[in-house]
């Protein structure tokens, strides 16, 4: 046997294949690619993204402001425009990092993109009371036009701009010297262990058929639904501790801020280490304690210690769970398909956003899942008749939170016996690196593919 067969076969014997150890070229400095990544794509995701929750919370905020009394919405009228804003940027934004960086660096970057979520929700609320306040009437036109006018049309004149400043696939990177595309491009197979890049229907059968997606997706409505609730009612947690409306929207700077960190923080050592799922189970008990203070404590300082502690645990582990989502599906039909289902399963416990919350006949309720009370848990865990307190809601979040852990916890299991298994195969029947062309069609279920714990 070659020593480069037995140098491919000692990596298949590891847990973990990174791309850090297989670069084509001595020449090409990793660091240097993945910082001409980070300047060419992650400003244009966090941008679509922080805009996409300031886009979330404006409508709320403009049906609080007297919205839907000036256009006579009736019926379900209100629920459809607020439907056709969820519809498809957090998938379609989780499936470009994950078709452009390597497993090995894609926490951070998702943990970076989703952190804009968090600034906006933290910001989106006063930004929408200053616009009301200030230009309300001005050109003879309500403060809520002006909410949309001024934050919608942001986005708008972004998403054009970016339409045309964006860069589609790898194999398309012009600024990469060739040299750096070959090592980008190589490194991707090995990840995908060579998955198929064809549309074909086959693929999507797996992507329909296949266990783990499904885990992951009962992982995702775990979290959505504490991740939604806290994010929509903070405002009103934090009114009900004693501050009045005003105060309460700008004490809610401090929690999402705190989340922002965390999350940075949390996704750089993700990918330090390689790990996704020891690092939720890490920070879940975060969350569930600060649920715990607002439950237990009756002072105020613990209780918006609690609040900041809730998403400071919450806000990562969504960032941690996306990108264990799309780290662990190789095709990328298949993986474009898979992260659809879970974002899409995960919008039955909540959507993440930063909304506020609503009263409609005595309960607390976000815009746009009014006809769906058996659907969006998370917009009606939080009633009118449990404030100050909100013992329901908080009971049912921390419940959500634990079993979210516990299967979090078996996810791991369940990927660590997969991977022996494939270890296994591939030193019983001899593959390497090599073969792995002969197992594309299978995409990650293929003995050469690791999948990351």
């Known amino acids: 046997m070659s020593s480069s067969s037995s140098t491919d076969k000692e990596k298949l014997s590891t847990e973990i294949v990174t791309a850090e150890y297989v670069a084509p070229s001595p020449s090409v400095d990793h660091n240097k690619v993945l910082r001409k990544l980070d300047l060419r794509l992650m400003p244009s995701a966090c941008?679509?993204?922080?805009?996409?929750?300031?886009?979330?919370?404006?409508?709320?905020?403009?049906?609080?402001?007297?919205?839907?009394?000036?256009?006579?919405?009736?019926?379900?009228?209100?629920?459809?425009?607020?439907?056709?804003?969820?519809?498809?940027?957090?998938?379609?934004?989780?499936?470009?990092?994950?078709?452009?960086?390597?497993?090995?660096?894609?926490?951070?970057?998702?943990?970076?993109?989703?952190?804009?979520?968090?600034?906006?929700?933290?910001?989106?609320?006063?930004?929408?009371?200053?616009?009301?306040?200030?230009?309300?009437?001005?050109?003879?036109?309500?403060?809520?036009?002006?909410?949309?006018?001024?934050?919608?049309?942001?986005?708008?004149?972004?998403a054009i701009i970016l339409f045309f400043c964006m860069y589609d696939y790898p194999e398309n990177a012009t600024f990469l010297t060739d040299a750096e595309r070959a090592w980008l491009l190589e490194t991707l197979k090995l990840d995908s262990a060579a998955g198929s890049k064809e549309f074909k229907r086959e693929f999507i059968v797996q992507a329909i058929r296949e266990p783990k997606a499904y885990l992951f997706a009962l992982l995702f409505f775990l979290i959505s639904i504490p991740a939604a609730s806290f994010a929509t009612f903070l405002p009103t947690i934090i009114n009900g501790m004693g501050f009045s409306s005003t105060n309460a929207q700008i004490l809610t700077i401090p929690p999402n801020i705190a989340g922002c960190i965390f999350t940075l923080c949390a996704s750089y050592l993700s990918d330090k280490r390689q790990f996704r799922g020891p690092f939720i189970l890490a920070l879940c008990p975060v969350a569930i304690l600060g649920y715990a203070l607002l439950l237990a404590t009756r002072?105020?300082?613990?209780?918006?210690?609690?609040?900041?502690?809730?998403?400071?645990?919450?806000?990562?582990?969504?960032?941690?769970?996306?990108?264990?989502?799309?780290?662990?599906?190789?095709?990328?039909?298949?993986?474009?398909?898979?992260?659809?289902?879970?974002?899409?399963?995960?919008?039955?416990?909540?959507?993440?956003?930063?909304?506020?919350?609503?009263?409609?006949?005595?309960?607390?309720?976000?815009?746009?899942?009014?006809?769906?009370?058996?659907?969006?848990?998370?917009?009606?865990?939080?009633?009118?008749?449990?404030?100050?307190?909100?013992?329901?809601?908080?009971?049912?979040?921390i419940a959500s939170l634990c079993v979210f852990h516990v299967m979090s916890a078996v996810t791991i299991v369940i990927l660590h016996m997969l991977n022996k298994k494939?270890?296994?195969?591939?030193?019983?029947?001899?593959?390497?690196?090599?073969?792995?062309?002969?197992?594309?069609?299978?995409?990650?279920r293929s003995p050469l593919y690791r999948y990351t714990l």
């Not at 607020?82 to 078709?99: E, F, K, R």
């Not at 494939?422 to 990650?444: N, S, V």
């Open 422 to 444: 494939k270890i296994a195969q591939c030193e019983r029947d001899g593959l390497t690196l090599a073969d792995e062309d002969a197992f594309a069609e299978l995409g990650d």
């Open 47 to 158: 941008i679509l993204y922080l805009f996409y929750g300031l886009d979330l919370a404006n409508i709320a905020n403009a049906e609080v402001a007297g919205m839907g009394t000036d256009l006579h919405f009736t019926g379900v009228q209100f629920n459809l425009c607020v439907a056709l804003t969820l519809s498809g940027l957090m998938p379609g934004v989780t499936y470009y990092l994950c078709a452009w960086y390597p497993k090995f660096a894609q926490a951070k970057r998702m943990g970076l993109m989703f952190s804009g979520v968090s600034l906006a929700g933290g910001f989106g609320g006063l930004l929408a009371y200053i616009i009301q306040d200030k230009m309300h009437g001005l050109g003879g036109l309500a403060g809520w036009s002006w909410i949309f006018l001024c934050e919608g049309l942001m986005t708008v004149v972004f």
């Open 299 to 397: 002072t105020l300082a613990a209780q918006y210690i609690g609040s900041v502690l809730v998403l400071g645990g919450i806000i990562p582990c969504i960032a941690m769970q996306l990108s264990w989502t799309g780290g662990n599906f190789a095709g990328e039909l298949k993986r474009a398909v898979v992260i659809g289902m879970v974002l899409g399963f995960g919008n039955l416990g909540g959507q993440v956003s930063g909304s506020r919350a609503l009263q409609v006949d005595g309960w607390l309720t976000t815009p746009g899942t009014r006809c769906l009370p058996s659907r969006i848990i998370a917009s009606f865990i939080y009633r009118l008749q449990d404030s100050p307190r909100y013992t329901l809601g908080h009971t049912v979040c």
